[in-house]
């Protein structure tokens, strides 16, 4: 019913920065919340930023004035601009898409993930 695509991880040197992408299909998108979330190794999965179908954010507050979420809900896309990045980014970022309508209100469904590697 859905899936998701992650792309634009990679290299960077602290203070530079990246953009992520993520790709939907399906018919939900429009109505879904969309996040991001990160890992790094020996870690829990931390929850990064969030975009409502409304598009209202919301983030972590390590990212705060860095990181902005947007989407685009005619092209089924979810982006993360990741400004200002530190070696603390560091992490392989997934994309979240949660329904908020019909019989599966509440699921969830994940990306594989992009790696962000972030070198000082």
């Known amino acids: 019913q859905v899936q998701l695509v992650e792309s634009g991880g990679g290299l960077v040197q602290a203070g530079g920065s990246l953009r992520l992408s993520c790709a939907a299909s399906?018919?939900?998108?429009?109505?879904?919340?969309m996040g991001w979330y990160r890992q790094a190794p020996g870690k829990q999965r931390e929850w990064v930023a969030t975009?409502?179908?409304?598009?209202?954010?919301s983030y972590v507050d390590s990212v705060k004035g860095r990181f902005t979420v947007s989407r685009d809900n005619i092209k089924k896309m979810v982006y993360l601009q990741m400004n200002s990045l530190e070696p603390e980014d560091t992490a392989v970022y997934y994309c979240?898409?949660?329904?908020?309508?019909?019989?599966?209100?509440?699921?969830?469904?994940w990306g594989r993930g992009t790696q962000v590697t972030v070198s000082s």
């Open positions: 975009i409502t179908s409304g598009g209202s954010t």
């Open positions: 979240n898409l949660k329904r908020t309508t019909g019989v599966y209100a509440g699921a969830d469904w």
């Open positions: 399906g018919t939900v998108f429009s109505s879904s919340t």
